[in-house]
């Protein structure tokens, strides 16, 4: 375990056990995930100042080393979370040590988990043990290979567990937090795309953070892969905020602000 006040430590667990206490209150009988219809699907009203409260991350390239620096930088301008869209699978001998206690240290960093080819994929338990939370994607393809849909609660391993932007958007007002859980449910809801990835605030991996700590300070931070090449690069409905390629990163970022209008 790590070294930390009793405090911090108290308040870290009772979070974790919130949630999955609440889960299983709500979820015991849970039916079979069912469809919003479309008609259901909410406009852009609500979501232009909680756009306000996540910030984008290009990490670019970055090593693990550099990741590792990137948490760390981050966490010291006092973001509400910090989300990480990247598996770290294997081992890195130079730099997970790093990595690893950044994770440690920060005490606010959520991964993320998915399934390729069906299978579920994580990042090593070093890092999972490391983190705050971890969880699922939770994106939905159609037949044409289109992402369009997505899961709050994902029935996995035998139990429900809530997903990695919903994970994401519980910890920006923690006050609130039964309320937005009270209304979630295994549902199949659909991807609102509210903005492009231009009208989001982005910082890049070499931002002087020190200088610039209250664009960061008490928001949803989530790094992830914006470029300059086409990966984690999903195909998307064409709407007015998006075109056929999306990046995986701005996908999940209008997915939290979806969530957080449940607050409004």
């Known amino acids: 375990m790590r070294h930390t006040d009793k405090r911090m430590l108290m308040s870290r667990i009772g979070i974790k056990d ?15 995930p069912q469809e919003i219809p479309t008609e259901h699907q909410d406009t852009l009203k609500g979501t232009e100042t909680k756009i306000k ?7 670019g390239e970055s090593d693990r080393c550099q990741m590792g620096e990137l948490v760390n930088r981050i966490s010291k301008c006092n973001p509400k979370v910090v989300g990480i869209n990247f598996l770290f699978i294997g081992d890195n001998v130079g730099c997970d040590s790093t990595l690893q206690a950044s994770i440690i240290d920060s005490d606010k960093v959520v991964l993320i988990e998915g399934f390729e080819n069906g299978n579920h994929v994580e990042s090593s338990k070093k890092f999972t043990d490391a983190a705050f939370l971890a969880g699922l994607k939770g994106l939905i393809q159609d037949e044409d290979g289109i992402t369009n849909q997505y899961f709050r609660l994902i029935d996995h391993r035998g139990k429900w567990e809530l997903s990695f932007p919903f994970l994401l958007a519980l910890q920006l007002d923690k006050s609130r937090a039964a309320e937005l859980s009270s209304k979630v449910s295994p549902q199949k809801y659909p991807i609102n795309f509210y903005h ?20 960061l300070n008490e928001k949803i931070v989530i790094i992830g892969y914006l470029g300059p090449t086409q990966e ?10 998006s075109s056929d390629k999306t990046y995986g990163t701005v996908i999940l970022a209008n997915i939290i602000l979806d969530i957080l209008k449940d607050l409004n």
Not at 232 to 241: A, G, M, S, Y
């Open 18 to 32: 919130f949630v999955f206490l609440l889960l299983g209150i709500m979820f015991c009988c849970a039916t079979k």
């Open 53 to 59: 409260e996540i910030v984008l991350v290009n990490a």
């Open 196 to 215: 492009r990835v231009d009208e989001f605030k982005v910082l890049d991996y070499n931002t002087d953070f020190s200088s610039n700590c209250n664009l």
């Open 232 to 241: 984690d690069i999903f195909q998307t409905p064409v709407t007015e905020k």
